[in-house]
């Protein structure tokens, strides 16, 4: 599956300071971990990922990175991801899509479709993950929002940070990345906008996303 603007959004927005075990679910290639490795340099990460080819992917190129020695792997549905260890901050790109058509191609359908990991079971599972100060970053469809934020605070989950998303200045915004915590906060909500009317990249999105890029935007 190819890098988006998705992973490469939650990837930036992550804050790792301080956290020292992190759990990357649904890992894909392995780029949020890679992110979030190199932004943070005590950090280990443990990556789930269910389809064969991405995991395989992931492997090769955590052993290529400069972060190897504190990153894994699992080959597993995270639904029967077993571990002692809780984890004080979690993260994930999930497969989202609820009303759309599934993808004929199993791997994308499995990737990106929420039949593959319902939402409810996913942040119970998220919940009992966590230690009790850990943090969660998911990046997720805005329209989805509040349907996502009714199952987080059903599984012990509060938002207390939002960014919305937009692709341009004066078009809605149609992604959301949240901050989730098991303790109630004040809500912070920003809004973020990735390209100018012109296409180009606005001076934000350089900015948040500079060190994950070999060249200028």
């Keep these: 599956m190819k890098v988006g603007t998705d992973s490469m959004l939650l990837g930036s927005f992550i804050n790792s300071a301080n956290k020292?075990?992190?759990?990357?679910?649904?890992?894909?290639?392995g780029v949020l971990s890679l992110m979030v490795a190199q932004k943070n340099n005590e950090i280990k990460i443990d990556a789930v990922e269910i389809d064969k080819l991405s995991m395989k992917e992931?492997?090769?190129n955590f052993e290529a990175s400069a972060w190897s020695a504190r990153l894994?792997?699992?080959?597993?549905?995270?639904l029967d991801f077993k571990i002692d260890q809780k984890y004080d901050l979690i993260f994930s790109n999930p497969p989202y899509y609820q009303s759309t058509l599934v993808s004929n191609d199993d791997r994308k359908a499995t990737a990106k479709h929420e039949r593959s990991?319902?939402?409810?079971?996913?942040?119970?599972?998220?919940?009992?993950?966590?230690?009790?100060?850990?943090?969660?970053?998911?990046?997720?469809?805005?329209?989805?929002?509040?349907?996502?934020?009714?199952?987080?605070?059903?599984?012990?989950?509060f938002v207390s940070k939002e960014t919305?998303?937009?692709?341009?200045?004066?078009?809605?915004?149609?992604?959301?990345?949240l901050e989730l915590k098991k303790?109630?906060?004040?809500?912070?909500?920003?809004?973020?906008?990735?390209r100018n009317d012109n296409g180009t990249y606005t001076d934000a999105y350089i900015e948040l996303t500079k060190e994950f890029h070999r060249k200028e935007l």
Excluded at 137 to 152: L, V
Excluded at 164 to 177: A, C, D, L, M, T
Excluded at 183 to 194: A, P
């Design 20 to 29: 020292k075990f992190a759990l990357d679910v649904g890992a894909g290639s």
């Design 58 to 60: 992931c492997v090769l």
């Design 117 to 157: 990991l319902p939402i409810p079971v996913f942040l119970k599972k998220v919940s009992s993950s966590l230690t009790p100060d850990g943090v969660v970053w998911i990046i997720i469809p805005f329209i989805d929002r509040h349907s996502w934020e009714k199952n987080a605070e059903q599984s012990g989950l």
């Design 183 to 194: 303790r109630k906060n004040n809500l912070v909500s920003n809004h973020f906008v990735i």
């Design 164 to 177: 919305r998303v937009s692709g341009k200045k004066h078009k809605k915004p149609n992604r959301i990345i």
């Design 72 to 78: 894994e792997v699992f080959h597993t549905d995270y």
